[in-house]
């Protein structure tokens, strides 16, 4: 049974079921289980419910060696933006052990960060800095788009073997959504196709997924089918799932809240270029986030990230026909 | 030590004597010997990589490791020969790595600096100073939750202690109480620039006499002290203390790595070193003490030698790993992006 629930619940959801599930699942992080009744302590107890000080390295180095000894850690690290202070940890620790040991050992850990709030946030707290890791070989990159993904892509990141980062909008946060009771796994590299059309493919991430739906709502009065993918894993990629629908459309959009230089688009555009190029019936259009730090004032912050308008602006021009005047 | 310093460690049940000193000498033996054939395969290019040895701080990493059990875990850093040695992983199998042979510890995918061997409980090495100190936590963590008295021992290098590895390690350690053993081999030089360069704070005990902790400095080329002072240590951490810090003072013979013109120092004179050479001195504390014969220390160096000879042949008859293993590796599972 499914029932309607918001994005950051089914995220809840997930952890607790694997942590009732596997006594090996921990959760750290800053600022959680701050009450006696909290549900994660009350269900779990200090031992596996640990609330951290502001040190992220030593948080995640400790997660990896806790995985390294056979445990689940979930970091719980808030904003994406504070995985920054603990690098070396993130990119050189978690990834590379189980490699640079000839597969020796495995780090299962996973570490969930907010993303992507720009709502006023400014600077360094609204980055959709993903990109930057799933080019780092042995990590894997989720960014769930739906309620129901948020639950079934935490449940599968406790449950892989690797080190696993969970990305989630914090737009999204407060959104609706059917999820499915009880045990609810989606598995990774699979994408999800959010609408079939046949006239051009969408690529959207994360928040974006939504936006481009709206956007193919408005092409679709235009007399345009679009088909909208929601890859949902960045690492692994499928990129099989995207080379079909392009090899049927001919056309494809990226959209990307990240920057342009620092964007995933940018890989998956690359991908296309070089594995479909052939099925490419004009130039790969990218709407991406400038390349600009988020600005805190409303109508900056409108301007530098992807919207509507411009994904609409975006399919004509990749169809090669004027947008309908209004 | 400042005043601030905790009621004093419980003395140690245990002196070391006859047997276990004659066992402190044949690892730093096999230490010294492997480091330095290493040097000399490094510069015939048999050995391919980044290479730091550890010659002059056998002492210290015999004197710790040959006290720990197989699940006791040890995490190093950069310079991590001695450290797998003393562990007990196999110097064949080491030496294999170095090379980037197929059966190196971990088929030539990590080489010197990311040595791995599980079964004898050497959890890891990194690369990155500092980065080894908080996994050394989780792992005693672990431990706490899962109950048992294993205990996680991470080196380092007094260059590490400037960075925020180890002071967030440090605060979180205290603050949990975790039964980690951080030894610190002081050896003055953080790669190429005297702790002078580093910091006002000459002692790393002092740095952390804030948290209260159980810390001692000790003479690092004084294999005995450091036994003692690691053993008293080590019953605290088996009982459930910790963290504990155990600073060595010690001294690193060649450069920062192999091939380290080391411009920025002045070697130290040969009668100096005859001085604090860590195996010469246990010898000769040895001998004083009755603790063996200088037959005994003769045949500790002849093995070593021998054991490490038939090392270089193994690695040399190891043929190099298919050259395709790396996509196999990178993802438990297999799955790749």
Redesign the interface.
């Known amino acids: 049974m499914a029932r309607e629930m918001p994005y950051i619940a089914a995220i809840g959801e997930a952890i607790h079921l694997e942590m009732a599930r596997d006594e090996s699942v921990?959760y750290f992080g800053q600022n959680i289980a701050t009450t006696d009744d909290d549900p994660f302590l009350a269900a779990f107890g200090h031992?596996?419910v640990?609330v951290?000080?502001i040190?992220e390295?030593?948080?995640?180095?400790?997660?990896?060696?806790?995985?390294?000894?056979?445990?689940r850690?979930v970091v719980e690290l808030y904003m994406a933006e504070f995985m920054l202070v603990a690098m070396?940890?993130v990119v050189?620790?978690a990834p590379?052990?189980?490699?640079?040991?000839?597969?020796?050992?495995?780090v299962?850990l996973v570490l969930k960060a907010g993303y992507g709030f720009t709502a006023g946030w400014a600077g360094q707290h609204t980055g959709s800095i993903y990109s930057m890791f799933?080019g780092v070989?042995?990590l894997?990159v989720v960014l769930p788009a739906t309620a129901a993904d948020a639950k079934g892509l935490m449940a599968t990141a406790i449950r892989?073997?690797?080190p696993v980062c969970f990305f989630h909008h914090y737009l999204l946060t407060l959104e609706h959504g059917e999820v499915p009771e009880g045990e609810y796994l989606v598995p990774?590299?699979e994408a999800a196709v959010r609408r079939t059309g046949k006239d051009v493919t969408i690529v959207a991430i994360g928040w974006m997924v939504d936006r481009a739906l709206a956007a193919a709502e408005r092409l679709a009065a235009d007399g345009v089918d679009a088909e909208v993918i929601d890859p949902r894993t960045?690492?692994?990629?499928d990129t099989a799932t995207i080379l079909e629908s392009v090899a049927k459309t001919g056309r494809l959009v990226l959209v990307d809240q990240a920057t342009r230089h620092g964007s995933a688009s940018a890989v998956i555009a690359a991908e296309v270029a070089d594995q479909g190029f052939d099925s490419l019936r004009a130039p790969i259009k990218q709407v991406t986030a400038l390349d600009a730090t988020i600005p805190y004032s409303e109508p900056m912050e409108r301007f530098v990230l992807p919207d509507e308008d411009k994904i609409v602006a975006a399919v004509h021009q990749v169809l090669g026909s004027a947008p309908v005047a209004a | 030590m400042s005043e601030r310093d905790p009621a004093p460690i419980v003395p140690s049940s245990a002196a070391l004597e006859g047997p276990a000193a004659l066992a402190l000498l044949r690892t730093m033996w096999r230490i010294r010997v492997f480091e330095e054939r290493v040097g000399v395969l490094k510069r015939a290019d048999e050995v391919y990589g980044l290479i730091h040895l550890s010659i002059g701080g056998e002492g210290v990493a015999a004197a710790v490791c040959t006290q720990l059990r197989d699940d006791d875990?040890v995490?190093s850093g950069h310079r991590a020969h001695g450290h797998a040695i003393a562990k007990g992983a196999p110097p064949d199998r080491i030496l294999a790595e170095l090379m980037g042979r197929s059966d190196?510890?971990?088929?030539?995918?990590?080489g010197s600096m990311?040595l791995?061997d599980?079964e004898h409980g050497l959890?890891?090495a990194?690369?990155?100073v500092g980065?080894n100190?908080?996994?050394?936590?989780?792992?005693?963590?672990?431990?706490?939750?899962?109950g048992g008295d294993a205990v996680?021992v991470s080196f380092f290098g007094d260059g590490a202690v400037q960075a925020?590895?180890f002071n967030?390690?440090i605060?979180?350690a205290t603050?949990?109480g975790l039964g980690v053993v951080l030894v610190c081999e002081n050896n003055g030089f953080a790669e190429f620039t005297p702790r002078s360069a580093h910091t006002n704070v000459e002692r790393v005990c002092d740095v952390v006499a804030p948290y209260g902790l159980e810390r001692e400095t000790v003479d690092g080329n004084d294999v005995a002290a450091v036994w003692e002072a690691f053993g008293r240590f080590l019953e605290v951490a088996r009982r459930g203390g910790g963290p504990l810090l155990l600073e060595c003072l010690t001294h690193r013979l060649r450069g920062h790595y192999e091939g380290d013109p080391t411009l920025y120092r002045e070697a130290i004179s040969a009668t100096e070193w005859q001085q604090r050479d860590p195996i010469l001195r246990l010898a000769r504390q040895g001998a004083a003490a009755g603790w063996f014969s200088a037959e005994d220390v003769a045949r500790a160096e002849r093995e070593a030698r021998k054991e490490i000879e038939a090392a270089v042949e193994f690695a040399r008859a190891s043929p190099y790993p298919a050259a395709e293993l790396?996509g196999?590796?990178?993802?438990?599972?297999g799955?790749?992006?």
């Open positions: 921990l031992d596996r640990r951290t000080p040190s390295t030593a948080e995640i180095g400790m997660a990896v060696g806790a995985a390294l000894a056979g445990y850690p070396d940890q050189n620790e590379r052990f189980r490699y640079m040991s000839g597969g020796k050992v495995k299962p799933m070989p042995g894997k892989d073997d690797n990774f590299g960045l690492a692994p990629l | 875990v995490y190196g510890l971990c088929h030539g995918l990590g990311h791995v599980v959890m890891g990194t690369g990155v980065g100190i908080p996994l050394a936590l989780g792992s005693a963590l672990a431990t706490r939750l899962r996680a925020g590895h967030e390690s605060n979180l603050l949990w790396p196999e590796l990178v993802y438990a599972g799955s790749r992006p």
